[in-house]
């Protein structure tokens, strides 16, 4: 499992932002949303109960770390299982209800994609299918981390080397293939929840040289029934520790996993078609990729000024690679040419 927004951020994305990394790049995505201008003001429980929260989710994740080599003994079957347990396990230790909704991802190879909102987006997709992650290449330096991601079968991408995206494809591809379900959030960084970003088309290419489904899910957060809530959307200059508190400490916090009918490769003849048919299933905020988020009726609605665009024109195309035939990758030489356009 990986966990995301760069301080920790963004592993899971084929073409992830850097909107917390301090890093500079002319193509990554970024989303406008940040914590000031769009996460709502939580109605919070006890600072007790907070406190508990978070003392059982470390519980609970060192149990899991702990319990790893032994799992990885077991057959397929119960071995994903007990990651579906353990990850919803997760979840409810931060006081997160968690509803289920549509059927199971097929079986085999399978690529999952989803919006991007909150690092609980992760366990959220492993309880619906355990997967591999994709993972920027900086995180298996890290300390203690890194070791638990690699172990746990990531694949590694260089966000910064476009030249290396055929590469990648055909790695998630070969993974695919294998039978193995891949996890990508195709947006390209997270959203508040109530405005969302275009899905990048590249990583679709996997699944259509590799002949095999993408299954949608789309995830919601609500508090006290209503609408949608940012409570727990990770965005911005956001710390892992604010938005840790932030969500323990919510009161009546749920979440809503909606798998969504999957789609089959042979019924999309570009990854484009395959991207948009997937991003339609999945999107239902408002679609902003050149203004600022407009997080609606939060308690920061409106203040937006500081907030930056999306980086949708020149090279950030590259990602969505130009469409070509199911039964042919993508080349480098034409990523190359986007990447100069």
């Known amino acids: 499992m990986s966990v995301q927004n760069s301080g920790v951020q963004h592993s899971g994305v084929l073409n992830s932002g850097v909107q917390n990394s301090g890093v500079a790049s002319a193509w990554l995505p970024t989303a406008p949303c940040t914590p000031g201008a769009c996460v709502d003001s939580v109605r919070s429980a006890a600072v007790p109960r907070a406190v508990l929260r978070l003392a059982a989710v470390a519980v609970v994740t060192v149990t899991g770390i702990a319990l790893s080599p032994l799992a990885a003994r077991l057959s397929p079957a119960p071995r994903d299982r007990l990651v579906r347990w353990w990850c919803r396990t997760v979840v409810r230790a931060a006081g997160v209800r968690v509803r289920t909704t549509g059927g199971e991802a097929p079986p085999g190879g399978v690529l999952l994609v989803a919006n991007h909102i909150s690092w609980l987006d992760i366990p959220l997709l492993a309880a619906v299918r355990p997967a591999r992650m994709l993972a920027k290449t900086e995180i298996r330096d890290w300390p203690v981390a890194g070791a638990l991601v690699a172990r746990g079968g990531t694949l590694f991408i260089e966000r910064d080397r476009l030249r290396a995206l055929p590469e990648t494809v055909a790695r998630i591809a070969a993974a695919l293939r294998g039978g193995a379900a891949v996890v990508a959030f195709p947006e390209g960084s997270t959203w508040c929840g109530r405005a969302r970003g275009s899905f990048r088309s590249a990583v679709f290419q996997a699944a259509l040289d590799a002949g095999v489904p993408v299954q949608p899910v789309r995830i919601r957060y609500r508090q006290h029934g209503e609408a949608v809530s940012t409570a727990p959307a990770f965005v911005g200059d956001d ?52 203004v600022p988020c407009a997080a609606g009726t939060g308690s920061h609605a409106g203040r937006h000024e500081s907030a930056r665009p999306v980086l949708k024109d020149g090279p950030v195309r590259a990602m969505g690679v130009r469409g070509r035939s199911p039964q042919r990758g993508p080349d480098a030489a034409p990523l190359a040419r986007e990447v100069a356009g």
């Open 239 to 290: 710390s892992l520790g604010a938005s840790l508190w932030r969500v323990a400490s919510a009161r009546d916090l749920a979440a809503e996993v909606d798998v969504l009918p999957p789609l089959a490769p042979a019924t999309h003849l570009d990854r484009r078609g395959l991207a948009l048919a997937a991003e339609s299933g999945t999107g239902e905020g408002v679609r902003r990729e050149s």
